[in-house]
């Protein structure tokens, strides 16, 4: 059995709302919708890789604010270990580099996309989901300074 593939992704937020793009016709996931993200590189920390991956996919730059709880999934022919952030842009640029469209939805509304399969179980993990309805919210007074990324 192989080692499960380390991934980042990042569940921008803005104004009560949740970045997710969609995967074109032409990727191994079409039509297919996720938290923006990818594969950690040998020597990267969590953060270092989830930064270089927004910047090429989304040509933005990212502010980190709070790590989720990982979750590990098994795709036909390989497992993912998927380590999720929510984060802000740190600027309002937004360019797809890698997918065909993407929306600002409301976190009760995420259940309706058609999300990829590792996403929607993070979300469904642990505190996962609260978690990121208190930050949207702005009930995350609970978090203190030595617990922020």
């Known amino acids: 059995m192989?080692?499960?593939?380390?991934?980042?992704?990042?569940?921008?937020?803005?104004?009560?709302?949740?970045?997710?793009?969609?995967?074109?016709?032409?990727?191994?996931?079409?039509?297919?919708?996720?938290?923006?993200?990818?594969?950690?590189?040998?020597?990267?920390?969590?953060?270092?890789?989830?930064?270089?991956?927004?910047?090429?996919?989304?040509?933005?730059?990212?502010?980190?604010?709070?790590?989720?709880?990982?979750?590990?999934?098994?795709?036909p022919g390989k497992q993912v270990h998927l380590i999720p952030f929510i984060c802000h842009l740190a600027d309002n640029q937004l360019v797809l580099h890698e997918h065909q469209d993407f929306r600002w939805v409301k976190v009760e509304e995420l259940f309706h996309y058609d999300l990829l399969p590792a996403d929607r179980k993070m979300l469904e993990t642990g505190d996962n989901f609260h978690c990121l309805k208190d930050w949207l919210s702005g009930s995350n007074q609970r978090l203190t300074e030595e617990q922020l990324p």
């Open 2 to 75: 192989r080692l499960p593939i380390e991934v980042v992704c990042a569940l921008i937020i803005d104004r009560n709302m949740v970045l997710i793009v969609q995967h074109g016709k032409g990727s191994k996931h079409p039509g297919k919708w996720e938290f923006p993200g990818g594969k950690i590189h040998e020597g990267e920390s969590s953060g270092e890789a989830l930064i270089r991956e927004i910047r090429e996919e989304l040509g933005a730059a990212l502010k980190i604010l709070f790590p989720l709880q990982p979750v590990d999934f098994m795709y």
